[in-house]
């Protein structure tokens, strides 16, 4: 396990080990979108993490595939991520925003009655959408998407604008970097998908005008950042939120190609399918590794063991943990002992109280419990 323990950097983000908290919705934020205070507590709690990614954080009131998720667009929304920052930086752990905007998957019902917004208004898989709602008797259930409909230019202008401005509140909250959403199905994804993006102006049509809107993403998070401090999250493959791509060589291989070009901080691979027993790894990572070098976290579906392998033949940088970053606060204490871990609790995963979420004991907190019963 020695390797996931040397430090590395991933562009101006320096890390004392190769062990990434991956990004993890938890849905516990109030009606102002204000994420709760709780959240200190639980992410300090994983502050030995060589970088922790946020849960995703939505860009603008338009984006809500999951009720209760916090933003980053209002004072109150800003100050309130900037107490868990500070929580976290106290502990010396390191933390980047990720910037979420949801697109299609999402419902009236959790966009203020608006309608959700998408490249082209595809809908004929709306029960394939990832929407989940906060029930008043306190159950976090899957609901219906509603139809969306194609984003004009002006609108596609505000996505823009609104992921700028969160980059912003990001800097002021105090993050050490962010974290673009570019996979999973959500807004980006979708734009990047020729299945879902078959707009025929200068946001489609072609490999470059389906990466428009990613590219002009990152550009103006450049002004409000240097780019090493910015992270690129893709999932080729992905069948999560139904973004088929028929061909994601081609895709990918020249997104490849630009970010070797980019100078981003780092790019994220998230094998999402591993999630449901079909790993894509292998096949991902030479779609990549022909045109980008730079640096590289991966995630999903990867044990330790394989983590450890990863990182010392180089194959990646450090690996991100989802799961186990959840039931271990203490995941990289864990990982040198060789175990063991715990295993999420079936409930609290989303939303609820502190329940299933500041309640997951460290090596330490079990070895003090032992001692004072003894
Ligand atoms: C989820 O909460 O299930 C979720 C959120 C964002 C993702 C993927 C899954 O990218």
Redesign the pocket.
């Known amino acids: 396990m020695a390797g996931l323990f040397h430090p590395t950097s991933l562009g101006d983000l320096d890390l004392t080990n190769r062990i990434v908290m991956a990004?993890?919705?938890r849905?516990r934020a109030d009606e102002r979108r204000v994420i709760n205070p709780s959240a200190s507590e639980y992410y300090a709690a994983r502050a030995d993490a060589g970088l922790i990614i946020s849960?995703?954080i939505n860009v603008g009131p338009m984006s809500n595939?999951?009720d209760r998720t916090s933003g980053l667009w209002s004072d109150a929304q800003t100050e309130g991520w900037r107490a868990i920052v500070d929580r976290v930086h106290d502990k010396g752990g390191r933390i980047v925003a990720q910037l979420?905007h949801g697109g299609r998957a999402s419902a009236r019902g959790l966009l203020y009655d608006k309608q959700p917004l998408s490249p082209s208004g595809v809908n004929d898989d709306l029960d394939r959408l990832?929407v989940?709602a906060l029930l008043a008797n306190g159950a976090y259930v899957r609901v219906s998407a509603t139809t969306s409909r194609a984003m004009t230019l002006g609108e596609i202008r505000v996505a823009v604008e609104e992921f700028k401005l969160a980059a912003a509140n990001a800097v002021r909250a105090g993050f050490d970097g962010v974290e673009i959403?570019g996979?999973?199905?959500?807004l980006i994804h979708q734009f990047l998908s020729p299945t879902i993006n078959q707009r025929t102006d200068e946001y489609g049509r072609s490999v470059e005008g389906r990466s428009r809107l990613l590219l002009e993403i990152v550009a103006e998070i450049c002004d409000v950042m240097p780019r090493s401090r910015i992270g690129l999250?893709l999932?080729p493959f992905a069948d999560?939120n139904s973004t088929r791509d028929p061909n994601p060589a081609f895709t990918y291989g020249r997104l490849a190609h630009w970010l070797q070009t980019a100078g981003l901080a780092y790019l994220h691979l998230?094998d999402?399918n591993a999630w449901t027993g079909a790993p894509d790894y292998e096949r991902m990572l030479p779609i990549f590794r022909e045109h980008y070098r730079g640096p590289l976290i991966v995630n999903a579906g990867i044990t330790p063991e394989r983590a450890a392998d990863i990182v010392n033949s180089g194959e990646a940088d450090a690996v991100a943990f989802g799961r186990l970053f959840l039931a271990n606060p203490d995941l990289p204490a864990r990982i040198r002992a060789g175990g063991p871990y715990n295993s999420p609790k079936p409930f609290g995963i989303?939303g609820g109280s502190d329940a299933g979420y500041l309640d997951y004991p460290s090596l330490e907190s079990v070895a003090q419990e032992v001692a004072e019963e003894g």
């Open positions: 990004p993890m919705t849905s849960e995703g595939a999951f979420w990832q989940w959403h996979a999973n199905g959500y999250r999932s999560y998230a999402t989303y």
